[in-house]
């Protein structure tokens, strides 16, 4: 059983950064991939990163590609999110997911945090 929780969020302007952190019990964290999503009002979830157990492995959506970062620190059982020259478009609620796949949809992720709040203004 993973619990995670997200933090960081927040109101920044367009161009600004913010690095989300996604805290995980139990040492089972170790052994899942982890993967962000987002959800703006009134769209589907979709999927922003994923990072593999050993991190050697990450994968991006095509729409944060060279502005977020996703990293994790598995000794203190935390997930990173780090992201960059933010546009009003990444406005949404960040979740981080942990499953036993890399894939990009939601349905294969088991653990699940309660998300964070990222607005992005103009």
């Known amino acids: 059983q993973v619990q995670l929780v997200e933090s960081g969020g927040g109101l920044v302007q367009a161009g600004d950064s913010l690095r989300l952190s996604c805290a995980a019990s139990?040492?089972?964290?170790?052994?899942?991939?982890m993967a962000w999503f987002r959800q703006a009002p009134g769209k589907e979830r979709e999927f922003v990163a994923v990072i593999s157990v050993t991190g050697r492995t990450i994968y991006y959506a095509d729409s944060v590609k060279g502005r977020f970062t996703v990293s994790r620190d598995n000794a203190n059982y935390t997930g990173f999110l780090q992201m960059n020259s933010l546009k009003p478009e990444d406005t949404a609620v960040y979740y981080c997911?942990?499953?036993?796949?890399?894939?990009?949809?939601?349905?294969?992720?088991?653990?699940w945090g309660q998300g964070t709040q990222v607005t992005v203004s103009s």
């Open positions: 997911a942990a499953g036993s796949s890399m894939g990009s949809r939601s349905r294969e992720y088991g653990y």
């Open positions: 139990g040492r089972t964290f170790s052994v899942y991939p």
